[in-house]
């Protein structure tokens, strides 16, 4: 499912962060602008508003069902 992809890179990407890792930030940061682009018509709504943002905490606290 895609929403578990996303799901594990911005994980990745948060990660990276937390870790001051430039490299896992650039790679994870790839990830997520590659499948939103390749897979973009299987992202619906507020979910694609936020990947085009790069809201990424926003989209995992969507997929998570949180409230924003």
């Known amino acids: 499912m895609i929403e578990e992809e ?3 890179h911005i994980r990745d990407l948060l990660s990276a962060t937390e870790n001051a890792d430039s490299e896992g ?3 994870a940061t790839l990830a ?3 499948l939103h682009k390749e897979r973009a018509s299987d992202i619906k ?3 694609n508003h936020y990947l085009e943002n790069r ?4 989209a995992l606290a ?3 069902g949180q409230p924003e």
Do not use: A
């Not at 809201?55 to 926003?58: A, F, H, W």
């Open 6 to 8: 996303i799901t594990s």
């Open 25 to 27: 930030i650039l790679n």
């Open 32 to 34: 997520l602008d590659t």
């Open 45 to 47: 709504g507020h979910l």
């Open 55 to 58: 809201s990424y905490q926003k």
């Open 62 to 64: 969507f997929i998570e």
